[in-house]
């Protein structure tokens, strides 16, 4: 425990000693101990917070050089304050010495001569000590609150409630485990600033700490106060002891949620992989999560676009870390928000997707319900790439009157966002029921029969892209998409309108097909399109 400079000269029996250079730090310098240094070679017992008094002598039988150096010496080891008896035998501080002490805001505290240095070292350490058995006896208390309230189940906001009553000032914890703030405050306008500003803008705002073990953050513990008002002896030890508690819960919460999520995970994925053998076994397992599964459900696909790739260029060794909890703060973002809006809704993850099992109640109203759910995943999408700077494919399958027919719901929505990604793009939302002839082109995704097709309309112009850059295939998909008009394909390609005519010359050469032709057209768009679907694309390449 420690007093300032300034406690110390309020004490009783000290109202004459008076500070002559250094003012500013009696307020900010802590002393710890007290020493006495009359001898030239002290400095190596100096270990900082101390009160250094002395007589004065042996700086008055050294250059000012060595005076100098004795102050600066002594500043950088970390002390609280010089006091020296000057009329002993100085007379008087010399003034580069005073100046400097100023710039350092080193207090010099002149010790009239009555002074025996018990007279200063008794009073100071007993003032001291005394704080100490407070400190402990505050910290104890602390400690005690803060573990009852751990070991008896104590949520977040009991934390911080326990917290605030210590400290007595508005709190926020914002938990990047979970991605939620909680507070312990009465200030709306304090909770606004934190709810509708980004975590990055509030740390900027806000006084906070960390709460962290080793190289990993759980939280951020934010404070409506100054951030002078948390350098004292009661802020550090009862954040010390918030941020154990709020580690703590973490950790369990951690553990729990990896248990649940095991569990889960496989049930759910039994579900979808039709790996449940038996009707019973099904509402045994659902019963344990409150799941009611005796109704229609629809399957959704949450799938991170390009997400390794983003992490290319990262050293192997924080790959991992980085992005684990990338992944992990944008699985939180969608289970939060589907969480929100239907309750106990069943999930998996799995590599870079999260998969949802959506009850659908009013099988009349599928109109409405596709709405909604569109409405909702746009949202979610909106919310990662604000918050997480990625983008989502997503995909939902049809509507299924059995839980026992998920897995086909679950296969529709895979190939419906997969096969959009590859032909539209990212970042879209897609109805396996509104695909079109993709519905068809699906159930010949990655047979003998499609790739045959897609190699005799298309291999030799793959061929020809692989070893002459010729870009053959992209202009075809060019074309295509804007039906077969050289106008229009040429601007968008960026070539003359002669040369995109000699390049369809050169494709109808290579490939034997004419691009004129109804019929051949026909193929040409199919193969394209199977082309663009999962394994096809890795077949055509091999």
């Known amino acids: 425990m420690s007093v300032t400079v300034a406690e110390m000269l309020s004490l009783p029996g000290f109202s004459d000693m008076k500070v002559i250079a250094g003012e500013k730090g009696i307020y900010k310098r802590r002393i710890t101990s007290v020493t006495v240094v009359d001898a030239p070679d002290a400095t190596p017992w100096v270990k900082g917070g101390e009160f250094v008094i002395g007589s004065g002598y042996i700086f008055s039988i050294n250059d000012m050089a060595t005076f100098m150096g004795f102050v600066e010496g002594f500043n950088d080891l970390g002390i609280s304050a010089i006091g020296i008896k000057v009329s002993r035998f100085l007379k008087k501080v010399p003034e580069e010495i005073l100046i400097r002490a100023e710039e350092l805001e080193l207090p010099i505290i002149d010790i009239p001569v009555h002074y025996a240095f018990a007279d200063i070292i008794d009073p100071v350490m007993s003032v001291v000590l005394n704080r100490t058995v407070e400190k402990l006896r505050f910290s104890e208390t602390v400690s005690r609150s803060f573990f009852e309230l751990i070991t008896g189940g104590g949520e977040i906001h009991e934390i911080l409630s326990h917290l605030h009553k210590f400290i007595q000032r508005n709190i926020a914890y914002h938990d990047l485990i979970s991605g939620e703030t909680f507070f312990s405050s009465a200030n709306e306008d304090f909770r606004s600033d934190i709810t509708e500003n980004p975590l990055r803008q509030n740390l900027d705002s806000f006084p906070y700490v960390m709460v962290k073990q080793d190289n990993k953050i759980y939280g951020y513990i934010m404070f409506n106060a100054e951030a002078e008002e948390m350098d004292n002896e009661t802020w550090e030890i009862t954040l010390c002891h918030a941020r154990t508690a709020l580690l703590l819960y973490s950790q369990k919460q951690i553990l729990k949620a990896e248990v649940e999520s095991r569990y889960r995970n496989e049930f759910v994925q039994d579900i979808l992989f039709k790996n449940l053998r038996f009707e019973k076994e099904l509402w045994n397992r659902a019963s344990l999560f409150g799941w009611d599964l005796d109704r229609s459900q629809v399957v959704a696909v949450f799938d991170i676009d390009n997400y390794k790739s983003h992490f290319a260029n990262v050293p192997e060794g924080d790959k991992a870390d980085m992005l684990h909890a990338l992944k992990q703060r944008i699985y939180n973002i969608v289970i939060r928000s589907m969480s929100?809006?239907?309750?106990?809704?069943?999930?998996?993850?799995?590599?870079?997707?999260?998969?949802?099992?959506?009850?659908?109640?009013?099988?009349?109203?599928?109109?409405?319900?596709?709405?909604?759910?569109?409405?909702?995943?746009?949202?979610?999408?909106?919310?990662?790439?604000?918050?997480?700077?990625?983008?989502?494919?997503?995909?939902?399958?049809?509507?299924?009157?059995?839980?026992?027919?998920?897995?086909?719901?679950?296969?529709?929505?895979?190939?419906?966002?997969?096969?959009?990604?590859?032909?539209?793009?990212?970042?879209?939302?897609?109805?396996?029921?509104?695909?079109?002839?993709?519905?068809?082109?699906?159930?010949?995704?990655?047979?003998?029969?499609?790739?045959?097709?897609?190699?005799?309309?298309?291999?030799?112009l793959i061929s020809s892209d692989r070893k002459r850059s010729t870009q053959y295939i992209r202009t075809l998909e060019v074309i295509i998409r804007n039906n077969f008009s050289l106008k229009i394909s040429s601007e968008e390609l960026s070539i003359h309108y002669n040369t995109l005519k000699h390049r369809l010359n050169k494709i109808e050469e290579i490939s034997g097909l004419n691009i004129y032709d109804s019929e051949d057209r026909i193929n040409i768009t199919l193969s394209l399109k199977l082309y663009h679907m999962n394994n096809i694309l890795d077949f055509m390449h091999s």
């Open 340 to 460: 929100a809006v239907f309750f106990a809704v069943p999930y998996t993850t799995m590599s870079d997707s999260v998969v949802f099992l959506i009850p659908c109640d009013n099988a009349d109203k599928i109109d409405i319900f596709k709405q909604k759910l569109n409405e909702i995943f746009t949202k979610i999408s909106e919310e990662v790439r604000r918050n997480a700077h990625f983008t989502l494919s997503i995909g939902i399958g049809n509507i299924k009157a059995s839980v026992f027919k998920c897995h086909e719901s679950y296969t529709e929505a895979r190939k419906a966002l997969e096969m959009t990604r590859m032909t539209f793009g990212v970042d879209r939302i897609t109805w396996w029921g509104e695909l079109g002839v993709y519905k068809i082109l699906g159930n010949l995704d990655n047979t003998d029969e499609a790739k045959e097709f897609c190699n005799e309309y298309l291999g030799k």
